[in-house]
């Protein structure tokens, strides 16, 4: 069992204004046991639920870290098994709504899955569902060779959903070195607040983790939640961590004190900054519509 010292990080912003509500991100360090990764989602909610959060957020591969090839496969379930459904009971019990990045959902055959962001209301209903679109397959620089479309299919869909923190648009890690996705979530979509659940390698993670977060926020001028997992998971695998909540002016509001740690980090969404930022710089009356790049070439 890997026992993490538990934190829990506020923002100094505790007004209670209406424009304002709280969100809390998760880090972790999940392995290969069902149970013990459920005690200590259980934890996390229960802190977050007292530190006022509307929504927890937990990181990619939330339920399961497998310690050997085929080992997530052989886990994975569909949406109304009992794993989802012990995160669907959390969420009810704690009423509270629970992002969840990353989970194994059964594919079409015994040799592939998705990975699946769920989000479960206060209610303990999905809400929504996006399957990760961007594969990593990948060879590390000085680290493993990844090819997650062996045993992954892809989703097609982009997907926002409305929530008590602001319309949420919904991706999954490696999802975060593609702009596009999230120019769309934010123009086409209105998201408010992007949620991206990841397991990041340390070598990538030390190189681009905090730069492409704050670059999707700048952009996008959204807020960012950046649950990360934390730490070695096995022999094999070890996660960047350094979970993030970024404001859309890019600015790192709350994250843990130790990049590695289990805890949580908390902040408050203003809308009234949203709107501040998006008034006073406003990139969505300047963007020029695809077509008119399609114009330009040659």
Request: charged share 20%.
């Amino acid at each position: 069992m890997i026992t993490c010292k538990s934190t829990v990080e506020m923002t100094s912003n505790t007004s209670s204004s209406s424009s304002l509500v709280r969100i809390a991100a998760a880090q972790m360090t999940s392995i290969n046991d069902l149970t013990t990764n459920f005690n200590t989602c259980s934890r996390l909610v229960k802190e977050a639920v007292e530190a006022g959060a509307k929504l927890i957020c937990f990181p990619e591969n939330f339920s399961f870290v497998g310690a050997k090839d085929g080992e997530s496969l052989s886990i994975a379930e569909p949406l109304n098994g009992p794993i989802m459904q012990k995160y669907c009971s959390l969420a009810r019990e704690s009423n509270i709504w629970l992002s969840l990045g990353g989970f194994q959902e059964k594919g079409p055959d015994d040799a592939h899955l998705c990975n699946t962001h769920v989000l479960v209301d206060d209610t303990g209903n999905i809400r929504s569902t996006y399957r990760k679109i961007h594969m990593f397959d990948v060879d590390v620089p000085g680290g493993m060779v990844y090819k997650e479309s062996s045993f992954t299919i892809e989703g097609k869909d982009i997907v926002a959903v409305d929530s008590p923190v602001g319309r949420l648009g919904v991706t999954v890690c490696y999802d975060l070195r593609f702009p596009e996705l999230y120019q769309q979530l934010r123009f086409q979509h209105q998201a408010q607040v992007l949620l991206v659940p990841a397991a990041f390698t340390k070598i990538t993670g030390e190189a681009h983790w905090e730069i492409l977060l704050r670059a999707r926020a700048i952009e996008t001028q959204c807020y960012v939640v950046a649950s990360a997992q934390a730490g070695k998971h096995n022999d094999k695998r070890e996660s960047y961590g350094d979970t993030l909540i970024i404001d859309p002016w890019g600015k790192v509001i709350s994250r843990l004190p130790d990049r590695v740690s289990t805890g949580i980090v908390v902040a408050d969404i203003d809308f009234s900054l949203i709107n501040s930022v998006r008034s006073r710089m406003p990139i969505s009356e300047h963007r020029k519509p695809l077509d008119f790049w399609k114009s330009v070439s040659s």
